[in-house]
């Protein structure tokens, strides 16, 4: 019997995750790990525990307590966040992937982590950025992920730990925004753009960067882990891409369905981040070797978001500035998830965190 264990469950991938192990697996097999316990956690009937993951006493004993078998550690801080507290960033992101990595060695549990584009440095060709390549990351979180990678690399290597890893981009999606990261403006201008009809990006326009579409990143993470052991022959982390675009290509795509929405450009510290990684990632490794593919283009994600977040929006009963009907019309998108599933999946199309002090 496969019991999960998913760490840091509520945050941007997670929540999605989450649904989606649920319904592949089982709703009662997948338990959430939260550091501190949330009011709508409280009362939840499906599984989920307090766990700080740097605490490894308390990760064992969850994992004793359900017998899990595979875990997918996604607790951990981002870039932005990352460089304002590095000391938490490494002990978060170091300390508690070493307490999964030893807790899966001695209980011979499966695990995904995810590294990030962030390995990445301002001497790393920008273009096709290959498998192997030169990393000298220049902020701690991109710090704390080479590590990681070294650690995974390490573990699976001297003690058969069966650890996959995947050097995410920038997710795009709708379900959970996104904290503390460098990518976040491809997801609050959103948000923005429906509400407000302007958003003040925080990167330059012509700034490019590797991105992907939260539906794509959920069906890499499942085929990783479901793939055959030997087929996985990088343990550090894999190469991974979708597609990549500049923040006013986005903006031009966007305004292909709210024409008047403005864009100003007020670039802060995250830039300095932005412009140390590739624009784009070159990722035949994870094709070759687990059949890898992505699903959505540019044009696919922003309809299949402003479609999402309007109708989200709607429900919440506030106003968008969406014509619902040629939106909806022109909706190539859909995602892995079923009506029902999303029902269950019941996020607010809250703004995120901090995001409206700015207006
Ligand atoms: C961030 O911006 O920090 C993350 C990442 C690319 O790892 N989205």
Known sequence: MNTILVTGSRGQIGSDLVVALRSRYGAEQVIESVRKVAPHLEGNSLPYEVLDVTDKQRLQEIVEQYRISTIYHLAGLLSATGEQNPELCWNANVNGLRNVLEVAQSYGIRVFWPSSIAVFGP?????????????????????????????????????????????????????TPPGGGTTDFAVE???????????????????????????????????????????????????????????????????????????????????????SWPCAIDDSKARADWGWKHRYDLSAIVADMLAKLDERMMRAGEDSRVCRQSLFLTNHGGTEYSEEEEERNELSCSLPRGFVDRY
Do not use: W
Request: negative net charge.
């Open 123 to 175: 001497h790393t060709p920008k273009l096709d950025t290959p498998q192997i390549t030169i990393e000298d990351p220049s902020t701690m979180y991109g710090i704390t992920k080479v590590t990681g990678e070294l650690l995974c690399h390490d573990y699976a290597h001297r003690f058969g730990v069966d650890v996959r890893s995947l050097r995410l981009p920038g997710i795009i999606s709708y379900s």
């Open 189 to 275: 201008i959103f948000y923005a753009a429906l509400k407000y009809g302007t958003y003040t990006c925080f990167v330059r326009p012509e700034t490019r960067l590797p991105m992907m579409y939260m539906p794509d990143a959920i069906k890499a993470i499942l085929d990783l882990m479901e793939a055959d052991s030997v087929s996985i022959k990088v343990r550090s982390s894999y190469n991974i891409a979708a597609v990549s675009f500049s923040a006013e290509e986005l903006v031009a795509q966007i305004q292909k369905y709210l024409p008047e929405f403005t864009c100003y450009y007020a670039p802060d510290f995250r830039q300095a981040i932005a412009d």
